[in-house]
């Protein structure tokens, strides 16, 4: 790999624990001049490498310190039954991931929500009343002793 891919993910592993970091101290941290490493962000931002920034919000904080992994599978292996889930998460609040996976289930969501009481209403009023689910299977997070997710 040559050195200019090298600074690239030098870059974007910075940027990606600190989205706010001023240009001057990316630049000193990545060991180029604030105009190169400016230069560089821009392209990386215009090729869609970089595809935004977003603030990392403390669940306990908004009352949505509840996180279940949900592992979905469906009835029918259909593009109309996908894409009808697929909505359907899209517009369920509580859902903050959804991930279409291979395996023994089709999609991973990452559901947070205040409590146990929420999530039941949740996993019963609405991922229960999704056509097309057949299986549900709850994973209740207890702690995350590593989180990177930006």
């Known amino acids: 790999m040559d050195k200019s891919n090298q600074i690239n993910k030098h870059i974007l592993r ?24 400016l230069r560089r962000v821009q392209e990386l931002e215009r090729s869609g490498v970089i595809k935004g920034y977003r603030a990392r919000i403390d669940p306990a904080q908004t009352g949505q310190a509840y996180v279940v992994y949900v592992a979905v599978g469906l009835a029918e292996h259909t593009k109309a039954a996908q894409t009808g889930f697929e909505m359907a998460m899209g517009c369920a609040e509580e859902v903050t991931e959804c991930h279409n996976v291979a395996g023994a289930f089709e999609y991973i969501l990452r559901v947070e929500v205040a409590d146990l009481p929420a999530y ?31």
């Open 14 to 37: 910075v940027l990606s624990r600190d989205g706010r970091i001023s240009n001057l101290q990316l630049a000193e941290e990545v060991g180029l001049s604030p105009s190169a490493c």
């Open 120 to 150: 039941k209403a949740f996993h019963t009023d609405k991922l229960g009343t999704v056509p097309h689910v057949r299986s549900i299977t709850s994973y209740m997070v207890m702690g995350s002793p590593k989180d990177v997710r930006g």
